[in-house]
């Protein structure tokens, strides 16, 4: 009998044991880290398209989330100390803004997975060992196109056809605008243009950068999205604003504040698809066997006001193949 009675107890274990362990896995609640350079202004758009994400996906913060917020408010400097203090509190992914931020979170841990949002070439700046199949603990999506660097500066002397100096802002600090600025100036030599890097890593830097930078004549400027130069939005529009700058922008945010006009991908819905990836992780897929997102709609916004300002007469064929117009 007590054998008969050890059987059932040991089939009964082997029969519910998954259940039990499913619904452990079920109420488990998940620590999410995130670690970004936007300062406070910019913070809650990212953050709140990753919560809105995650709420399409069934996720709901102190129920069975915990996002744990890492900022570096536009100092690259302090990314390495954010990085280990979310390997401490042993989350369970880390959702990473910008190459920078992802460089820190690779170098502070080889086992929590990882997932890129609005990064530049991750091929070039050795992020992933490729994009279908990116391996190790790394995943994502880049904001970065094929031949885009190109197609900006080609929209800027479509709209601007006597331009002749272009003026590039890029951040020293942030080994995605090598590769980038590589790329403008093989599409300048081929327009017959000239650029100009204007170098800026810290937001105390941006006054005797750009006027150095107008010492030149520059005709007009390329933004790019760095962070710590989006901290400086407001200052950068007037700017250009001032000196009657013709501007082309990465981020329609720019354009929105008063900018002419930017040529790229919404990094909201980056943050907001960022969810997606963090999910499959959550559910057992390994981040190295999820392939790289790039982004395939590149949306024209041109703020006409500004363009009337500038004293610009957008070309129709310019304006045709814009995907919003501000008025």
């Known amino acids: 009998m007590r054998l008969i009675g050890l059987a059932v107890v040991l089939a009964l274990s082997v029969t519910f044991a998954p259940l039990v362990a499913e619904a452990q896995q079920a109420g488990k609640v998940y620590r999410i880290g995130l670690l970004a350079a936007p300062d406070r202004t910019q913070q809650e758009t990212r953050l ?60 502070a841990t080889t086992t929590i997975p990882i997932v890129m949002v609005g990064i530049g070439d991750p091929l070039r700046t050795g992020l992933v060992a490729s994009l279908a199949k990116p391996g190790g603990n790394v995943t994502g999506m880049t904001q970065l196109g094929a031949e885009v660097a190109g197609k900006r500066l080609q929209i800027l002397k479509d709209t601007v056809p006597n331009v002749s100096r272009v003026a590039f802002l890029r951040n020293r600090a942030s080994p995605a605008h090598v590769p980038y600025f590589n790329d403008l100036q093989a599409a300048a030599r081929e327009l017959r243009l000239t650029l100009q890097s204007v170098e800026v890593q810290q937001p105390s830097e941006f006054e005797r950068a750009f006027a150095e930078m107008m010492r030149e004549r520059p005709d007009a400027l390329i933004v790019t999205a760095d962070a710590t130069h989006l901290i400086r939005q407001a200052w950068i529009v007037d700017f250009a604003a001032k000196w009657r700058l013709p501007a082309m922008y990465q981020l329609k945010e720019y ?35 999820l392939p790289v997102e790039q982004p395939t709609k590149f949306e024209l916004v041109i703020n006409l006001k500004t363009a009337k300002a500038l004293g610009l007469t957008i070309p129709p064929s310019v304006l045709g193949r814009a995907d919003q117009i501000i008025e």
């Open 48 to 107: 709140g398209a990753l919560r809105a994400g995650l709420r399409e996906l069934g996720y709901v913060e102190e129920k069975n989330i915990v996002i744990e917020s890492r900022w570096a408010e536009g100092k690259y400097d302090r990314f390495p100390d954010l990085a280990a203090e979310l390997v401490r509190l042993k989350v369970d992914v880390i959702v990473t803004g910008g190459t920078p931020a992802t460089q820190a979170a690779m170098k």
């Open 255 to 289: 354009v929105e504040a008063g900018g002419l006009m930017s040529y790229g991908t919404s990094v909201i819905d980056h943050w907001r698809r960022s969810a997606v990836y963090v999910d499959k992780i959550l559910k057992g897929a390994k981040p190295g066997d």
